[in-house]
Protein backbone atom coordinates (compact mmCIF):
# COMPACT_ATOMS: atom_id res chain seq x y z
CA UNK A 1 0.00 0.00 0.00
CA UNK A 2 1.98 3.34 -1.09
CA UNK A 3 1.77 6.35 1.03
CA UNK A 4 1.42 8.40 -1.94
CA UNK A 5 -2.27 6.66 -2.65
CA UNK A 6 -3.14 6.78 0.69
CA UNK A 7 -2.30 10.75 0.63
CA UNK A 8 -4.54 11.08 -2.55
CA UNK A 9 -7.55 9.00 -0.39
CA UNK A 10 -7.34 11.72 2.57
CA UNK A 11 -7.31 14.19 -0.11
CA UNK A 12 -10.52 12.98 -1.64
CA UNK A 13 -12.32 12.18 1.18
CA UNK A 14 -11.28 15.71 2.80
CA UNK A 15 -12.65 17.21 -0.40
CA UNK A 16 -15.31 15.18 -1.56
CA UNK A 17 -13.86 15.92 -5.12
CA UNK A 18 -11.51 14.14 -7.05
CA UNK A 19 -11.00 17.39 -9.77
CA UNK A 20 -10.15 19.51 -6.60
CA UNK A 21 -7.91 16.82 -5.46
CA UNK A 22 -5.85 16.82 -8.21
CA UNK A 23 -5.54 20.68 -8.69
CA UNK A 24 -4.13 20.61 -4.93
CA UNK A 25 -1.92 17.17 -5.30
CA UNK A 26 -0.98 18.63 -9.07
CA UNK A 27 -2.18 15.72 -10.60
CA UNK A 28 -4.50 15.19 -13.52
CA UNK A 29 -7.81 13.69 -12.80
CA UNK A 30 -7.18 10.33 -14.38
CA UNK A 31 -3.82 9.93 -12.09
CA UNK A 32 -6.10 10.11 -9.19
CA UNK A 33 -8.83 8.30 -10.40
CA UNK A 34 -6.20 5.66 -11.36
CA UNK A 35 -4.57 5.74 -7.34
CA UNK A 36 -7.88 5.19 -5.58
CA UNK A 37 -8.50 2.34 -8.21
CA UNK A 38 -5.00 1.04 -7.43
CA UNK A 39 -5.88 1.01 -3.37
CA UNK A 40 -9.25 -0.51 -3.67
CA UNK A 41 -7.98 -3.05 -5.48
CA UNK A 42 -5.24 -3.90 -2.97
CA UNK A 43 -8.23 -3.73 -0.07
CA UNK A 44 -10.68 -5.66 -2.43
CA UNK A 45 -13.21 -3.45 -1.68
CA UNK A 46 -14.56 0.04 -2.96
CA UNK A 47 -13.47 3.16 -0.52
CA UNK A 48 -16.30 5.92 -2.13
CA UNK A 49 -19.57 5.19 -2.42
CA UNK A 50 -19.90 7.45 -5.95
CA UNK A 51 -23.60 8.57 -6.74
CA UNK A 52 -23.51 10.64 -9.27
CA UNK A 53 -21.21 13.47 -9.55
CA UNK A 54 -21.70 13.07 -5.23
CA UNK A 55 -18.74 10.56 -3.73
CA UNK A 56 -19.07 9.57 0.17
CA UNK A 57 -16.69 7.15 2.00
CA UNK A 58 -17.73 3.54 2.20
CA UNK A 59 -17.49 1.84 5.65
CA UNK A 60 -14.59 0.38 4.60
CA UNK A 61 -13.41 3.66 3.52
CA UNK A 62 -14.07 5.19 6.79
CA UNK A 63 -12.06 2.48 8.59
CA UNK A 64 -9.46 3.24 6.06
CA UNK A 65 -9.56 6.91 6.82
CA UNK A 66 -8.27 6.47 10.32
CA UNK A 67 -5.71 4.30 9.64
CA UNK A 68 -4.30 6.36 6.52
CA UNK A 69 -4.41 9.76 9.11
CA UNK A 70 -2.25 7.81 11.77
CA UNK A 71 0.11 6.61 8.77
CA UNK A 72 0.64 10.05 7.39
CA UNK A 73 1.54 11.02 11.09
CA UNK A 74 4.08 8.27 11.48
CA UNK A 75 5.89 9.34 8.05
CA UNK A 76 5.23 13.24 9.19
CA UNK A 77 7.02 12.85 11.99
CA UNK A 78 9.95 10.35 10.59
CA UNK A 79 10.82 13.02 8.07
CA UNK A 80 10.78 15.31 10.91
CA UNK A 81 13.00 13.78 13.13
CA UNK A 82 15.51 12.83 10.49
CA UNK A 83 15.65 16.18 8.75
CA UNK A 84 16.39 17.53 11.99
CA UNK A 85 19.32 15.23 13.19
CA UNK A 86 21.66 18.60 13.15
CA UNK A 87 19.65 19.51 16.36
CA UNK A 88 22.10 19.48 18.73
CA UNK A 89 20.50 17.27 21.23
CA UNK A 90 20.64 13.04 21.63
CA UNK A 91 24.10 11.35 23.09
CA UNK A 92 27.76 11.35 22.76
CA UNK A 93 29.82 8.63 23.68
CA UNK A 94 33.78 9.04 24.16
CA UNK A 95 36.71 7.30 25.54
CA UNK A 96 39.36 8.42 27.04
CA UNK A 97 43.16 7.92 28.26
CA UNK A 98 43.50 8.61 32.11
CA UNK A 99 46.68 10.71 31.61
CA UNK A 100 44.57 12.98 29.42
CA UNK A 101 41.33 12.90 31.57
CA UNK A 102 43.25 13.73 34.45
CA UNK A 103 44.78 16.66 32.15
CA UNK A 104 41.83 18.09 29.81
CA UNK A 105 38.82 16.43 30.48
CA UNK A 106 37.49 19.01 32.81
CA UNK A 107 38.43 21.81 30.15
CA UNK A 108 37.41 19.67 27.13
CA UNK A 109 33.52 18.97 28.79
CA UNK A 110 33.70 22.81 29.82
CA UNK A 111 33.78 23.90 26.51
CA UNK A 112 31.47 21.48 25.01
CA UNK A 113 28.81 21.53 27.58
CA UNK A 114 28.65 25.57 27.05
CA UNK A 115 28.06 25.27 23.51
CA UNK A 116 25.87 22.22 23.60
CA UNK A 117 23.95 21.96 27.18
CA UNK A 118 21.37 19.44 25.53
CA UNK A 119 23.64 16.74 24.77
CA UNK A 120 24.28 14.12 26.64
CA UNK A 121 27.84 13.12 27.38
CA UNK A 122 28.91 9.73 28.09
CA UNK A 123 32.49 9.33 28.91
CA UNK A 124 34.65 6.42 29.53
CA UNK A 125 38.77 6.62 30.60
CA UNK A 126 40.01 3.51 29.45
CA UNK A 127 43.72 1.79 27.87
CA UNK A 128 43.44 2.33 24.25
CA UNK A 129 43.43 -1.75 23.68
CA UNK A 130 39.75 -1.44 25.73
CA UNK A 131 39.18 1.85 23.12
CA UNK A 132 39.88 -0.32 20.13
CA UNK A 133 37.41 -2.71 20.55
CA UNK A 134 34.64 -0.34 21.87
CA UNK A 135 34.89 1.98 19.12
CA UNK A 136 35.09 -1.35 16.43
CA UNK A 137 31.87 -2.38 18.01
CA UNK A 138 30.13 0.72 18.13
CA UNK A 139 29.79 1.46 21.72
CA UNK A 140 31.86 4.73 21.80
CA UNK A 141 32.00 7.16 19.08
CA UNK A 142 35.00 8.98 19.43
CA UNK A 143 38.44 8.43 21.41
CA UNK A 144 40.85 10.10 22.80
CA UNK A 145 44.12 8.61 23.56
CA UNK A 146 47.88 9.13 24.19
CA UNK A 147 49.92 6.32 21.95
CA UNK A 148 52.02 5.81 19.43
CA UNK A 149 51.51 6.90 16.08
CA UNK A 150 51.09 3.30 14.38
CA UNK A 151 47.03 3.15 14.63
CA UNK A 152 44.81 0.59 12.72
CA UNK A 153 43.83 2.12 9.33
CA UNK A 154 40.29 1.71 9.35
CA UNK A 155 40.57 4.86 11.91
CA UNK A 156 40.35 8.27 11.25
CA UNK A 157 42.40 10.98 13.05
CA UNK A 158 42.30 14.34 12.52
CA UNK A 159 44.89 15.83 14.88
CA UNK A 160 48.24 14.74 16.37
CA UNK A 161 49.94 16.68 18.97
CA UNK A 162 53.38 15.17 20.55
CA UNK A 163 53.35 14.71 24.12
CA UNK A 164 56.59 14.28 25.92
CA UNK A 165 57.21 11.85 28.83
CA UNK A 166 59.01 12.92 31.22
CA UNK A 167 60.84 11.64 34.30
CA UNK A 168 60.07 13.66 37.64
CA UNK A 169 61.81 13.63 41.14
CA UNK A 170 61.35 15.50 44.27
CA UNK A 171 62.35 19.05 44.04
CA UNK A 172 64.76 18.41 47.05
CA UNK A 173 65.89 15.21 45.99
CA UNK A 174 69.93 15.07 44.97
CA UNK A 175 69.28 13.96 41.34
CA UNK A 176 66.89 17.30 40.58
CA UNK A 177 69.59 19.24 41.99
CA UNK A 178 72.05 18.05 38.49
CA UNK A 179 71.67 18.86 35.01
CA UNK A 180 71.91 15.61 33.60
CA UNK A 181 70.59 12.40 35.03
CA UNK A 182 72.27 9.02 33.41
CA UNK A 183 69.22 6.38 33.01
CA UNK A 184 71.97 3.81 35.64
CA UNK A 185 71.05 6.52 38.09
CA UNK A 186 67.54 6.04 37.42
CA UNK A 187 66.90 2.67 37.80
CA UNK A 188 68.56 2.95 41.41
CA UNK A 189 65.94 4.51 42.59
CA UNK A 190 62.60 3.71 44.12
CA UNK A 191 59.84 4.17 41.44
CA UNK A 192 56.27 4.63 40.90
CA UNK A 193 54.57 3.21 37.64
CA UNK A 194 51.82 3.26 36.01
CA UNK A 195 50.22 -0.05 35.28
CA UNK A 196 51.16 -2.47 33.14
CA UNK A 197 49.45 -1.82 30.10
CA UNK A 198 50.38 2.33 29.89
CA UNK A 199 51.94 1.88 26.54
CA UNK A 200 54.57 4.70 27.82
CA UNK A 201 55.81 2.63 30.51
CA UNK A 202 55.87 -0.30 28.16
CA UNK A 203 57.74 1.91 25.91
CA UNK A 204 60.57 2.37 28.58
CA UNK A 205 60.75 -0.78 29.36
CA UNK A 206 61.44 -1.70 25.75
CA UNK A 207 64.39 0.99 25.66
CA UNK A 208 65.62 -0.32 29.22
CA UNK A 209 65.57 -3.93 28.07
CA UNK A 210 67.79 -3.28 24.86
CA UNK A 211 70.43 -1.68 27.65
CA UNK A 212 70.36 -4.67 29.60
CA UNK A 213 68.54 -2.37 32.50
CA UNK A 214 65.16 -2.83 34.17
CA UNK A 215 63.29 -0.46 36.52
CA UNK A 216 61.64 -2.43 39.65
CA UNK A 217 58.63 -0.29 40.87
CA UNK A 218 57.71 -0.45 44.55
CA UNK A 219 54.82 0.88 43.88
CA UNK A 220 52.38 0.49 41.09
CA UNK A 221 49.30 3.31 40.66
CA UNK A 222 46.37 3.64 37.67
CA UNK A 223 46.30 7.70 38.69
CA UNK A 224 48.79 9.51 37.39
CA UNK A 225 47.68 12.36 39.28
CA UNK A 226 48.04 10.41 42.43
CA UNK A 227 51.92 9.30 41.18
CA UNK A 228 52.71 12.89 40.54
CA UNK A 229 51.48 14.24 44.55
CA UNK A 230 52.94 11.12 45.90
CA UNK A 231 55.85 12.58 43.74
CA UNK A 232 56.02 15.83 45.23
CA UNK A 233 55.99 14.24 49.00
CA UNK A 234 59.10 12.63 48.65
CA UNK A 235 58.15 8.89 47.82
CA UNK A 236 59.52 8.39 44.53
CA UNK A 237 60.20 8.96 41.21
CA UNK A 238 57.68 8.33 38.35
CA UNK A 239 57.69 8.14 34.80
CA UNK A 240 54.92 10.53 33.64
CA UNK A 241 53.13 12.72 30.52
CA UNK A 242 54.35 15.99 30.17
CA UNK A 243 50.49 17.49 30.53
CA UNK A 244 49.93 16.07 34.00
CA UNK A 245 53.06 16.97 35.35
CA UNK A 246 53.01 20.55 34.30
CA UNK A 247 51.09 21.97 37.07
CA UNK A 248 53.27 20.28 39.78
CA UNK A 249 56.55 21.33 38.28
CA UNK A 250 55.10 24.93 38.02
CA UNK A 251 54.27 24.96 41.31
CA UNK A 252 57.86 23.95 42.35
CA UNK A 253 56.51 20.40 43.83
CA UNK A 254 58.79 17.97 41.39
CA UNK A 255 61.47 18.33 38.87
CA UNK A 256 61.44 17.63 35.43
CA UNK A 257 64.77 15.45 35.72
CA UNK A 258 67.05 15.69 31.62
CA UNK A 259 67.77 11.77 31.01
CA UNK A 260 69.61 12.64 27.64
CA UNK A 261 70.06 8.25 27.68
CA UNK A 262 66.06 7.93 27.10
CA UNK A 263 63.95 10.34 25.17
CA UNK A 264 60.58 9.30 24.73
CA UNK A 265 57.59 11.33 23.18
CA UNK A 266 53.94 10.00 22.85
CA UNK A 267 50.82 11.71 20.81
CA UNK A 268 47.75 12.97 21.98
CA UNK A 269 45.32 11.81 18.90
CA UNK A 270 41.48 11.73 19.12
CA UNK A 271 40.31 8.72 16.58
CA UNK A 272 37.34 7.53 15.11
CA UNK A 273 36.21 4.88 12.61
CA UNK A 274 36.14 5.51 9.02
CA UNK A 275 32.99 4.22 8.23
CA UNK A 276 30.82 5.87 11.44
CA UNK A 277 28.68 7.92 10.18
CA UNK A 278 29.38 11.77 12.13
CA UNK A 279 25.94 12.91 14.32
CA UNK A 280 25.92 16.71 14.91
CA UNK A 281 27.16 15.90 18.46
CA UNK A 282 30.44 14.11 16.94
CA UNK A 283 31.21 16.48 14.53
CA UNK A 284 31.32 19.37 17.40
CA UNK A 285 33.48 17.14 19.73
CA UNK A 286 35.96 16.49 16.44
CA UNK A 287 36.14 20.30 15.50
CA UNK A 288 36.38 21.16 19.61
CA UNK A 289 39.17 19.21 19.82
CA UNK A 290 40.84 20.37 16.35
CA UNK A 291 40.64 23.88 16.94
CA UNK A 292 40.84 24.24 20.68
CA UNK A 293 44.66 23.58 22.13
CA UNK A 294 44.28 22.69 25.68
CA UNK A 295 47.24 22.90 27.31
Known amino acids: MELRNLRTFLEVADSGNFTKTAASLG ?8 QIKQLEGELGVPVF ?33 IKNTDAMTGELRMAIDESLATSFLPDILNHYREQYPDVDLIVRVAGFNTMQ ?3 KDNVIDIIYTL ?9 ERPRVLEEPIYFIAPSDHPLSQKETVSIKEIVKEPFIFTDSESI ?3 ELE ?16 QNTDIICRLV ?22 VTVLDVPDVDIHMYRQFLYHKDKWQTPQMKAMCQLLTEIDFN
Open 133 to 135: NLI
Open 200 to 202: YRI
Open 232 to 253: SKGIGLAFVPACVAKSYVKDGK
Open 147 to 155: DRLDIKSEL
Open 49 to 81: DRLGKSISLTEAGRTLYSYAQQMMSIENEALTT
Open 27 to 34: YSQSAVTA
Open 206 to 221: TRLAAMNLKIRPFLEV
